[in-house]
């Protein structure tokens, strides 16, 4: 396939990148190699998802399989689904938080869980021949739209009624998170002030990843709504970004660290968080008595598994094994909703403990990363390299602390730099000394 499949399934600009044949092999080659029986088939509010389910539908049933179409649905509610009706694997038809040109699938085990390296490797493979595989039995599309409505009173019955009604503002991206989060909220209690809640295939509000800049409206809506707690959506909503009643996009450390507080973890236990995570989450977990280990971005639910680990996250996003083994925004923005009407002083006592700085800067650079290693290293020798980490990517940790990290996309033409710092002028001038090693490696 011209789009690999990799850490998030595939993706690509639809018709350019990613065509509706090269999902059907890969639909096709998972329900083949994975062996007959029911798959979870979920998609989002793209226009292109619903042609794309359809070819998934087409794929799963030509080699005798039945098709479970749980209709359009935020993928953690997909996940769910199939870990719920015991699907051998599910397959969530979205881009995520791509802009609206792309299309893009995930693949999920009978867990509920995105699939191990080994897995996308035994697949990969089998992409690689080029046999079509037919079978002499049909399998069937069948309906099965009941799954968001049990989804929805499963999370309401785990967190149970909000003991203080909060104000709560809901951006949700135009996405499938529409039809789930803002339904959840307000079934807990709370007064839910829903926003970007039409689901559209074009995105008319904003671009559906939700960073600082591209929400940069809503942000400026929240002190006027007098909200106590704001949530943003991608368009999937497995991402989930916090910003408090002044309208301040909070870090992404910020999100983790009051999950790790709302699920009151046992002592001993292993947190996994990825490469890129901020220290304050390392450290807060450790204050918490557990034990963090470090992963590869979009493979912390592989380790959490392996190590039977009690907590997972990356930035923005959450994983409670206690719930599922999925990266869920919605369960999330549950639980911190929670958290902050049992008590609420926590979210700016989280915030004002932060000391760590985070800058996360996304270039349009296809890199040699032998090349940009080396640009790197010599860029960097000035600030003392303490330590350097090939986990995800390449990063550099300092003397004081403070760290870079390159990593280019999996799904995209693009390097991610991730920087941290406790000084914001340190910071400033790693972000930019790392920036011109990505141009200079081009």
């Given at each position: 396939?011209?789009?690999?499949?990799?850490?998030?399934?595939?993706?690509?600009?639809?018709?350019?990148?990613?065509?509706?044949?090269?999902?059907?092999?890969?639909?096709?080659?998972?329900?083949?190699?994975?062996?007959?029986?029911?798959?979870?088939?979920?998609?989002?509010?793209?226009?292109?998802?619903?042609?794309?389910?359809?070819?998934?539908?087409?794929?799963?049933?030509?080699?005798?399989?039945?098709?479970?179409?749980?209709?359009?649905?935020?993928?953690?509610?997909?996940?769910?689904?199939?870990?719920?009706?015991?699907?051998?694997?599910?397959?969530?038809?979205?881009?995520?938080?791509?802009?609206?040109?792309?299309?893009?699938?995930?693949?999920?085990?009978?867990?509920?869980?995105?699939?191990?390296?080994?897995?996308?490797?035994?697949?990969?493979?089998?992409?690689?021949?080029?046999?079509?595989?037919?079978?002499?039995?049909?399998?069937?599309?069948?309906?099965?739209?009941?799954?968001?409505?049990?989804?929805?009173?499963?999370?309401?019955?785990?967190?149970?009624?909000?003991?203080?009604?909060?104000?709560?503002?809901?951006?949700?991206?135009?996405?499938?998170?529409?039809?789930?989060?803002?339904?959840?909220?307000?079934?807990?209690?709370?007064?839910?002030?829903?926003?970007?809640?039409?689901?559209?295939?074009?995105?008319?509000?904003?671009?559906?990843e939700p960073t600082a800049a591209n929400?940069?409206?809503?942000?400026?809506?929240?002190?006027?709504?007098?909200?106590?707690?704001?949530?943003?959506?991608?368009?999937?909503?497995?991402?989930?970004?916090?910003?408090?009643?002044?309208?301040?996009?909070?870090?992404?450390?910020?999100?983790?660290?009051?999950?790790?507080?709302?699920?009151?973890?046992?002592?001993?236990?292993?947190?996994?968080?990825?490469?890129?995570?901020?220290?304050?989450?390392?450290?807060?977990?450790?204050?918490?008595?557990?034990?963090?280990?470090?992963?590869?971005?979009?493979?912390?639910?592989?380790?959490?598994?392996?190590?039977?680990?009690?907590?997972?996250?990356?930035?923005?996003?959450?994983?409670?094994?206690?719930?599922?083994?999925?990266?869920?925004?919605?369960?999330?923005?549950?639980?911190?909703?929670?958290?902050?009407?049992?008590?609420?002083?926590?979210?700016?006592?989280?915030?004002?403990?932060?000391?760590?700085?985070?800058?996360?800067?996304?270039?349009?650079?296809a890199v040699s990363m032998p090349v940009?290693?080396?640009?790197?290293?010599?860029?960097?020798?000035?600030?003392?390299?303490?330590?350097?980490?090939?986990?995800?990517?390449?990063?550099?940790?300092?003397?004081?602390?403070?760290?870079?990290?390159?990593?280019?996309?999996?799904?995209?033409?693009?390097?991610?730099?991730?920087?941290?710092?406790?000084?914001?002028?340190?910071?400033?001038?790693?972000?930019?000394?790392?920036?011109?090693?990505?141009?200079?490696?081009?």
């Amino acid at each position: 396939m011209a789009n690999t499949f990799g850490t998030a399934g595939v993706r690509g600009v639809f018709n350019e990148t990613q065509s509706p044949e090269q999902v059907y092999r890969l639909a096709e080659t998972v329900a083949f190699a994975s062996g007959r029986g029911a798959y979870g088939v979920g998609w989002d509010g793209r226009k292109v998802s619903a042609l794309l389910a359809r070819t998934v539908f087409s794929a799963v049933t030509a080699v005798g399989s039945d098709a479970c179409a749980f209709g359009m649905v935020p993928t953690p509610v997909l996940a769910f689904g199939t870990r719920g009706r015991g699907c051998i694997n599910g397959f969530s038809v979205t881009a995520s938080h791509n802009p609206a040109e792309f299309s893009g699938v995930k693949v999920f085990n009978a867990k509920g869980m995105e699939l191990p390296a080994s897995d996308e490797e035994r697949i990969g493979r089998a992409l690689a021949v080029d046999v079509m595989k037919p079978s002499g039995v049909f399998g069937r599309i069948v309906p099965d739209e009941r799954v968001l409505g049990e989804y929805v009173n499963a999370v309401v019955a785990r967190h149970g009624a909000a003991l203080r009604r909060l104000r709560i503002a809901v951006d949700c991206a135009n996405g499938a998170g529409a039809l789930a989060t803002p339904r959840i909220l307000k079934a807990l209690g709370h007064h839910v002030i829903p926003v970007n809640a039409q689901v559209s295939w074009r995105f008319p509000a904003r671009p559906p990843e939700p960073t600082a800049a591209n929400l940069a409206d809503f942000s400026r809506l929240v002190p006027e709504l007098k909200a106590d707690v704001a949530f943003a959506h991608d368009g999937d909503a497995d991402r989930l970004v916090v910003l408090d009643p002044l309208g301040r996009v909070l870090p992404d450390s910020v999100l983790t660290v009051l999950a790790l507080r709302a699920l009151n973890l046992p002592r001993g236990g292993v947190a996994v968080i990825s490469e890129n995570s901020s220290n304050a989450v390392a450290e807060e977990a450790e204050g918490l008595g557990l034990r963090v280990k470090r992963s590869r971005v979009g493979k912390t639910f592989a380790l959490l598994e392996a190590e039977q680990g009690v907590f997972a996250s990356e930035p923005s996003k959450i994983v409670d094994p206690s719930w599922g083994l999925w990266e869920d925004g919605i369960n999330a923005a549950a639980m911190i909703a929670t958290l902050i009407a049992s008590d609420m002083r926590v979210l700016r006592s989280v915030t004002e403990k932060t000391e760590w700085r985070y800058r996360q800067v996304s270039l349009d650079a296809a890199v040699s990363m032998p090349v940009l290693r080396a640009k790197a290293r010599e860029a960097f020798r000035k600030y003392r390299i303490k330590e350097e980490r090939e986990l995800d990517g390449l990063k550099l940790v300092l003397a004081d602390g403070a760290w870079v990290m390159f990593r280019p996309s999996g799904t995209e033409p693009k390097v991610r730099l991730y920087c941290e710092a406790k000084d914001v002028q340190h910071l400033e001038a790693i972000v930019s000394l790392a920036i011109q090693c990505v141009e200079s490696a081009k």
